[in-house]
């Protein structure tokens, strides 16, 4: 069964760091792009960042653009978001999601369980 | 950036039920229609794709159609598991892919 395992959440006090992990299971990011997305207590889904195993590609939101930073690791089983001077706007359920680009640019056809970063 | 909104905001109904959910873009959408159900505590599950193509294991009870700037999603004879969270997502301007505001469906 094909899954992203996250870990990494928790509670950070405003201008500190964290890191979120997403791993695959079941089968490697060779040939997909991940993203990341969170939902803020109360609001919707929102697209975070973005990376190609396929040329190395990344993007960011405006709103954590030079403070956040995609990478993945060289045998392709996992994603991290590093997230760097933490505001408490940040607060959020963050998501990573793989993409099929098979099935459409931009479309998540596996998600993570989600994981909480609470700044306060 | 395309908004996504999405009616009702929630919705009771009983098991067996069908239900119809609804997903207005602010801007025409070719083809790049999402759907996703997410259950407390799990990770979304995707649905729908192409506006109508449902995903591999989902049953049939699950249908998705529309064009333009109306999408919607079809659920016939509701069964337990189906009582959740829907979101509706475009993908046809990315990034961002944007989502809908969801529907929460619940037991009457």
């Known amino acids: 069964q094909e899954q992203l395992v996250q870990s990494g959440g928790g509670f950070v006090q405003p201008g500190g760091s964290r890191r979120l992990s997403c791993t695959a299971s079941?089968?490697?990011?060779?040939?997909?792009?991940v993203s990341w997305f969170r939902q803020a207590p109360g609001k919707g889904l929102q697209w975070v960042s973005y990376?190609?195993?396929?040329?190395?590609?990344?993007l960011y939101a405006d709103s954590v653009r030079g403070r956040f930073a995609i990478s993945g690791d060289n045998n392709k089983k996992s994603v991290s978001l590093h997230m760097n001077n933490l505001r408490v706007d940040d607060t959020a359920v963050y998501y990573c999601?793989?993409?099929?680009?098979?099935?459409?640019?931009?479309?998540?056809?596996?998600w993570g369980q989600g994981t909480t970063v609470t700044v306060s | 950036e395309i908004v996504m909104t999405q009616s009702p905001a929630a919705l009771s109904v009983s098991p067996g039920e069908g239900v119809t959910l609804s997903c207005r873009a602010s801007?025409?959408?070719?083809?790049?229609v999402a759907w996703y159900v997410q259950k407390p505590g799990q990770a979304l599950r995707l649905l729908i794709y192409?506006?109508?193509t449902r995903a591999p294991g989902i049953p049939a009870r699950f249908s998705g159609s529309g064009s333009g700037t109306e999408f919607t999603l079809s659920i016939s004879s509701l069964q337990s598991e189906d009582f959740a969270v829907y979101y509706c997502?475009?993908?046809?301007?990315?990034?961002?892919?944007?989502f809908g505001q969801g529907t929460k469906v619940d037991v009457k």
């Open positions: 801007q025409r959408v070719s083809s790049r």
């Open positions: 192409a506006d109508s």
């Open positions: 990376l190609s195993f396929t040329n190395g590609a990344t």
């Open positions: 999601a793989r993409l099929d680009v098979t099935l459409g640019r931009g479309l998540s056809d596996v």
């Open positions: 079941g089968f490697i990011f060779s040939g997909y792009d």
């Open positions: 997502q475009q993908y046809e301007t990315w990034p961002p892919a944007t």
